[in-house]
């Protein structure tokens, strides 16, 4: 309960001072360039990678990456940089 509580003050804060959600509501922010490389920033960890398949864990859920030839070409605590032929991208919470 108190969390919700957080998270609509959060948002409401966002929005009236024009910041990034992503930035205040720990989402995150994914970016796709062509099919051969994807960004996500704020993410929480690598559940399963393999040259088809990269699991990562959100704050809220998981994020799926499908495609061939998958690699990880740069990893920090907080942004993760995948590099392949990425076919799919899938968000389950």
Known sequence: MRTKW???????????????????LD??????????????ENYRGVKEFRDDLLRLALSQGEL???GKE?????IFPAEVVIEGNISGIQYKE
Request: charged content about 20%; hydrophobic content about 45%; cysteine-free.
């Open 6 to 24: 957080r998270q609509r003050v959060q948002k409401l804060a966002a929005e009236m001072l024009d910041v990034p959600k992503d930035s205040v």
């Open 27 to 40: 989402l995150p922010r994914i970016t796709l360039i062509g099919g051969l490389q994807l960004y996500v």
């Open 64 to 66: 799926y990456v499908h």
């Open 70 to 74: 998958l690699t990880i070409k740069a």
